[in-house]
C-alpha cells in the first residue's frame, strides 16, 4: 500500500516525501500502541492532555510532526486527487463516536461553514469534565486557526434507530432545500454503527446530499487497526440514484393510472441519471435499455391518447411492434372513412368499427383510472363514429349539419315513415345509446350542477355496456370477421407494466359482454 500510495501522492505534490512520511506513520502508529495506555493513545495521536479534567492543552513543541497534522496532509491530498471537481460543502452532519480521528479528518478536509455534531449520550462524553465537542472545538482551533465553524451539538435521547433516522433526516431537510448539490454533506463514519445505517438512510432520500464515510486501504489484521495514513474520504454513491427503487415504484403507478406523459419525464430523467459509464459499472444496462424502452412507449401511448396515430406510429417501441402489429396503420387509414365522395363498402365499415373501438377502449381504460370526462367523451366519439359512417352511406349531404341524435333516431326502427331507412333494429338499444351514453354524457359535462346523488361507477358502467353492444350490433350488420374483431381488440388493447417493469399482454376476457341488443 505504501509505496503505491505514495506513487500517487508525488505525481499530485512531488514537493513532499511522501514514502517517508508514510513509513514514519506507520512506525509511529507501531511504537505508540506498545507504550501508550488505550486512553491515552487518542492525546498522543493529536499531541494533546487534559489535566485534572480542566480543559484540553497541547502537549507537544512541533504541532506539525503529531500523526494527525501528518496524516490530514496525506488525506486532505487524496481528497483533492480523488474528487478534484467537488462542490463545496455548506452544512456537515457528522456521525460522533468514541473515535474521533475519523471525524475530525472529514471535518478539517471539507471545512464547512456549519458542522452539526450528532452523539450518542455515552459519545457526547471525553476527558474528565471535558466533553467531545469540547475537545473537537479545541482541535478545530489548534489545527486550524483561520477556520471557525458555527458548531451545532445533537444529543440523541437514544441510539434507537427510528429516533437517529428522524432526529439527521429533520436536520438535513432544513439545509438541503435551498442547497445545490454537495453543499450539504454527512459522514457516517464516527458513531455506533447502528448510528451509523439508520444516518446513512435518512440522507439517503435526498438527492442532493453527499455521504461520505473514511475508509482505509491498510488494516494491521494482529493488532486490529487501520494503518494510519492509509486513511482516504470516500464519496458513497447513494443507491437510490443507482437502483432507482422508489422512481421505478412511481413509474408503475403512473402509466397504471393511465398518465403516460409523466412517465415520460420520469423516465426520460432515470436515463440521464443512469448514465452508459454508471450503467456498465454497475452492470445495469439492460435496466437502462428497459428505461429506454419504457421512455418510447410512453410517448407512443401519449400520442395515441390524443389519437394522433401517426406520431404513435413513430414512436413505436419494440415490444409494442410485436403486440400492436399493424393496429396504427389501420388506424391512421381510419381518417379517409368521412372523406366526402368515398364509397361507404365493406372496406371502409371495417375500418369504422375499428376506429370506433379504439376510442371504446380508451374509454374503459379511463374509466379505470378515474378520468371521468375522458372516459364519457371517448364513449360518445365511439357512438358518434359508428353513427356518422351508417348515415353517410344513405345521406352523405347532410352529414354534417346532423346533430348525434337524430343520426340515432333515422337509423334506428321507428322512423321510415319519415323516409329514413332503418339501418340497426333494436328499440332497447336506441333508448340505451341515448339515455346511457348521450344524455349521461351531456349531464357529467354539467355534473356541478346536478343536485341529484348519482352513483359515477353504475353510469360508466351502463354507459360501456351500451356502447359494447352497440359495436356487437355493427359488426353484425355490415358483416365484419370476428376473427378480425378479436385480433384488433386485443392488440389495440394498450399493455401493462408489471412489477419488474416489464411489458405484460392485460386479460381481456373481463371486459367482454353478451349483447343484449
Given amino acids: 500500500m505504501i509505496p503505491r500510495k505514495a506513487e500517487k501522492l508525488s505525481t499530485y505534490d512531488a514537493t513532499q516525501d511522501w514514502h517517508y512520511l508514510l513509513a514514519g506513520l506507520v512506525e509511529t502508529q507501531k511504537r505508540m500502541r506498545r507504550n501508550c495506555l488505550p ?57 460522533v463516536g468514541f473515535s474521533l480521528e475519523p471525524v475530525m479528518h472529514t471535518l478539517l478536509t471539507l471545512q464547512p461553514d456549519k458542522v452539526i455534531l450528532v452523539f450518542s449520550q455515552e459519545s457526547a462524553k471525553f476527558d474528565g469534565g471535558v466533553t467531545a465537542a469540547d475537545y473537537i472545538k479545541f482541535l478545530i482551533k489548534l489545527y486550524c486557526t483561520s477556520y471557525t465553524p458555527a458548531l451545532e451539538e445533537i444529543r440523541l435521547t437514544s441510539t434507537d434507530t427510528a429516533e437517529v433516522f428522524a432526529r439527521v433526516h429533520e436536520k438535513i431537510n432544513e439545509y438541503s432545500f435551498h442547497c445545490t448539490h454537495g453543499n450539504v454533506a454527512i459522514d457516517v463514519t464516527g458513531g455506533k454503527k447502528s448510528m451509523d445505517a439508520s444516518a446513512f438512510l435518512a440522507a439517503s432520500l435526498f438527492d442532493n446530499v453527499a455521504i461520505y464515510y473514511v475508509d482505509y486501504e491498510e488494516y494491521d489484521s494482529h493488532g486490529g487497526y487501520p494503518a494510519w495514513g492509509s486513511e482516504f474520504l470516500n464519496l458513497l454513491e447513494n443507491p437510490y440514484s443507482i437502483y432507482n427503487v422508489r422512481e421505478e415504484q412511481l413509474v408503475k403507478e403512473l402509466w397504471e393510472k393511465g398518465n403516460y406523459s409523466a412517465v415520460k419525464k420520469l423516465a426520460d430523467s432515470l436515463i440521464k441519471s443512469l448514465t452508459q459509464e454508471k450503467a456498465k459499472k454497475y452492470s445495469l444496462g439492460d435496466k437502462r435499455i428497459l428505461f429506454l424502452e419504457i421512455a418510447k412507449a410512453a410517448a407512443c401511448y401519449e400520442a395515441w391518447l390524443r389519437f394522433d396515430y401517426e406520431e404513435a406510429g413513430r414512436s413505436m417501441f419494440n415490444v409494442g411492434a410485436t403486440h400492436h402489429g399493424q393496429v396504427l396503420e389501420a388506424l391512421v387509414r381510419c381518417s379517409n372513412v368521412f372523406v366526402k365522395g368515398q364509397i361507404c363498402g365493406q372496406g371502409l365499415a371495417c375500418l369504422t368499427y375499428k376506429l370506433a373501438t379504439d376510442r371504446y377502449l380508451r374509454g374503459r381504460e379511463a374509466t379505470h383510472n378515474g378520468e371521468s370526462n375522458r372516459a364519457a367523451l371517448c364513449f360518445t366519439q365511439a357512438v358518434e363514429v359508428l353513427l356518422k359512417f351508417a348515415y353517410s352511406a344513405e345521406r352523405l349531404e347532410e352529414l354534417e349539419r346532423s346533430r348525434t341524435e337524430v343520426l340515432l333516431n333515422n337509423l334506428f326502427n321507428g322512423h321510415e315513415k319519415k323516409g329514413h331507412k332503418s339501418i340497426f333494429r333494436g328499440e332497447r338499444l336506441r333508448k340505451r345509446i341515448k339515455e346511457d351514453v348521450l344524455d349521461q354524457r351531456n349531464d357529467l359535462s354539467h355534473h356541478s350542477c346536478r343536485t341529484q ?54 386479460n381481456l376476457a373481463e371486459g367482454e359482454r353478451t349483447t343484449e341488443a
Avoid: W
Avoid at 493513545?41 to 497541547?58: I, M, N, W
Avoid at 507537544?60 to 462542490?87: C, E, G, H, M, W
Avoid at 384488433?488 to 417493469?501: M, V
Fill in 39 to 95: 486512553h491515552e493513545l487518542v492525546h498522543s495521536y493529536f499531541g494533546t492532555r487534559v489535566k485534572h479534567g480542566d480543559a484540553p492543552e497541547l502537549a507537544t513543541d512541533d504541532l506539525d510532526q503529531t500523526p494527525f497534522r501528518q496524516s490530514l496532509r496525506v488525506f486532505k491530498t487524496f481528497y483533492k486527487i480523488n474528487y478534484p471537481l467537488a462542490d463545496s460543502c455548506k452544512v456537515l452532519v457528522s456521525m
Fill in 453 to 506: 346523488p348519482f352513483n359515477i361507477r353504475e353510469i360508466f358502467s351502463r354507459m360501456e355496456s351500451a356502447v359494447y353492444d352497440f359495436l356487437n350490433l355493427f359488426a353484425v350488420t355490415y358483416r365484419i370477421s370476428s376473427v378480425e374483431i378479436d385480433t384488433f381488440s386485443k392488440q389495440a388493447t394498450f399493455l401493462h407494466l408489471d412489477d419488474n417493469l416489464q411489458f405484460t399482454v392485460p
